[in-house]
C-alpha cells in the first residue's frame, strides 16, 4: 500500500513539475549569466582575444558569487535541488572548459610536445573540476561543514586568468599551478567560506577595476590582477598546510568538536585545580620555614645575649674583687 501510494504521489509531482517556469528562479538567471560569460570566455580564445578571455571568467565569478547572495535575499525554496545543479554546470563551463582553453591555447603555439603536455594538463584541471562539483552535489546535503571539501572551482579559474593578466605569466609555472589545484579541487581538505568582509571588498574592487576601461600598470605589472592572483595564492596554500587532514575524516562534525573542548575545558581545569593546591602547599611549607627559622635567629639571639650578659657580670665581680684587695692594702 505505501509503496502505491508513493508511485501515484510521484507520478502527480511529475505531471504537476515539468514546465521550466516551476523551477526557474532570479537566481537561477544569474547562474545561467555565469554560464554565458564563460561561453563568450570560450569564444573569445578562439577569435584570439585572450585578455577579454580572462575578464569574461572574471565576469563569471562575480555571477557565480552573486546567485547564491541573490537565492539568500528572495528566499528561494530549492526543494529539488534545481539552482544547485544548474549553478554547477555553469561552473563547469565557466571555471572548467573557459580557463582549460584558454592554457591550452596559451602553449599550443610552442612545439608539438609543449601542446601534448598542456592539452595533459588542461584535461586533467577540468576532470578534476567536473568530479569536485558532482561530488559537491552529492554531499551538499549530508556534511556538517559550512565550507567547501576541496578546492573550489572558482579559485582555479581566478589563479590561471589574473596570473595572466598580471603581466607576470609563465606557461611552466602556470602549468605546475594548475596540476596543483587539480589535485587540491579532488582532495577532502576543508577550505572555508570567505567571512571577512574586508577581504571581500578588497577583490571586489580589484574585480572591478579589472572590468572597466582602466589600466592600473606599474612598469608593466597589472596590480589589480596582481592582488588578486596573490590572494587566491595565499588562499589555496595556507588553507592547504592548515586544514590537510585524514582523507577518512572529511566532514567537520560539531558534536565531535564540542566534546572534544568540553574534554580539553575539563582536563585544563582539573590541572589547573591541582597546580593551585600544590602551589598552596608548597607556600604554606615555605611559611612554617620561614617562621621556624625567625624562632631558631630569636632563640639564638637571646642566648647570645645571655652569654653576654654572663660575662658581662664575671667581668664585674672580677673588677670588684680588684677594688676591694686594693682598697684593703
Not at 538567471?29 to 554560464?35: E, F, I, M, P
Amino acid at each position: 500500500m505505501g509503496v502505491c501510494l508513493k508511485y501515484y504521489w510521484s507520478q502527480i509531482m511529475r505531471l504537476k513539475s515539468t514546465g521550466m517556469g516551476y523551477f526557474l528562479a532570479i537566481s537561477d538567471a544569474v547562474s545561467l549569466l555565469n554560464l554565458v560569460s564563460g561561453f563568450i570566455a570560450i569564444l573569445m580564445v578562439i577569435d584570439n582575444h585572450l585578455t577579454i578571455a580572462a575578464l569574461c571568467v572574471l565576469l563569471a565569478i562575480v555571477f557565480d558569487s552573486a546567485d547564491g547572495w541573490v537565492a539568500r535575499k528572495l528566499e528561494r525554496e530549492d526543494s529539488f535541488g534545481f539552482g544547485k545543479n544548474i549553478d554547477s554546470l555553469a561552473d563547469i563551463v565557466s571555471f572548467g572548459v573557459a580557463p582549460s582553453v584558454i592554457l591550452y591555447y596559451l602553449g599550443s603555439g610552442i612545439s608539438p610536445w609543449t601542446s601534448y603536455l598542456i592539452a595533459i594538463v588542461s584535461i586533467f584541471a577540468l576532470v578534476c573540476g567536473i568530479l569536485r562539483l558532482t561530488r559537491y552535489n552529492v554531499i551538499a546535503d549530508r556534511i556538517n561543514y559550512r565550507g567547501f571539501i576541496g578546492f573550489p572551482i572558482p579559485g582555479t579559474a581566478l589563479i590561471l586568468v589574473t596570473y595572466y593578466l598580471s603581466g607576470l605569466f609563465n606557461l611552466t609555472v602556470a602549468a605546475i599551478l594548475m596540476l596543483f589545484a587539480g589535485y587540491l579541487m579532488i582532495s577532502t581538505i576543508r577550505y572555508p567560506k570567505f567571512d571577512n568582509m574586508y577581504i571581500i571588498g578588497i577583490g571586489a574592487l580589484m574585480i572591478v577595476l579589472l572590468l572597466l576601461p582602466i589600466n592600473i600598470v606599474i612598469a608593466g605589472i597589472n596590480i589589480p590582477a596582481l592582488i588578486l592572483f596573490i590572494f587566491a595564492l595565499i588562499y589555496m596554500f595556507v588553507t592547504f598546510l592548515e586544514f590537510f587532514m585524514d582523507t577518512e575524516d572529511p566532514v567537520f562534525d560539531k558534536d565531535n568538536a564540542s566534546r572534544k573542548v568540553s574534554h580539553a575545558k575539563e582536563i585544563t581545569e582539573d590541572r589547573f585545580s591541582i597546580s593551585m593546591n600544590h602551589a598552596r602547599d608548597k607556600l604554606k611549607t615555605m611559611k612554617d620555614t620561614i617562621n621556624q627559622v625567625s624562632s631558631e635567629d630569636f632563640n639564638i639571639g637571646n642566648e647570645n645575649n645571655n652569654n653576654e650578659n654572663k660575662v658581662n657580670n664575671k667581668e664585674n665581680d672580677i673588677g670588684d674583687g680588684i677594688n676591694i684587695n686594693t682598697f684593703e692594702k
